[in-house]
């Protein structure tokens, strides 16, 4: 019991890394790039909030395009899919992962389907949105801003609680 608890941590603490060092390596880092992969991020998603104060429209049904939206669910689904062989050995850490893939993934399109929704339960990617960029890489829970230091808060913004 435990031991699966501790996989269960292990496994939230790992995904919050994950965002963290693919967000700014990744998505901002290579993404900036504009015949990268990863330019969809920054090119697309960071210019439609951007526009449209944090909503995304595209997250508002998904269509069989080739977007931001669909990108994110392809790069997701490779996660998902290279993780796999950990069920055999560390179940409850893939199981973990996992879960915190798909709240990632609901948090990331609510904040941008309800931009009140996001200052009130996700004002660190509320921030990264209206900073553009600079700091606040973490989505669905702002631990590892925390521990580099790159927490920024916006004057603009209500304080975390
Ligand atoms: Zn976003
Ligand atoms: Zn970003």
Redesign the pocket.
């Known amino acids: 019991m435990a031991a699966a608890a501790l996989q269960i941590v292990c496994a939230l603490l790992y995904a919050n890394l994950g965002e963290w060092l693919m967000h700014k390596y990744l998505l901002h880092g290579l993404g900036k790039k504009p015949g990268s992969i990863w330019a969809y991020h920054w090119y697309e998603?960071?210019r439609v909030?951007a526009e449209h104060g944090m909503l995304?429209p595209g997250y508002r049904s998904l269509k069989w395009s080739w977007n931001a939206q669909t990108k994110e669910l392809v790069v997701l689904a490779a996660i998902v899919a290279l993780h796999m062989p950990l069920f055999f050995y560390v179940p409850f850490f893939a199981a973990g992962l996992y879960a915190a893939l798909a709240l990632y993934y609901y948090k990331?399109r609510r904040?941008?389907l309800d931009p009140e929704w996001a200052k009130r339960h996700l004002i660190w990617?509320y921030q990264?949105?209206l900073r553009a960029g600079n700091g606040n890489w973490c989505?669905t829970w702002p631990w590892c801003d925390y521990l580099f230091g790159s927490r920024i808060k916006s004057p603009e913004g209500p304080a975390d609680h």
Do not use: I, L, R, S
Request: glycine fraction near 0%.
């Open positions: 998603h960071h909030c995304d990331h904040a941008h990617h990264h949105h989505v």
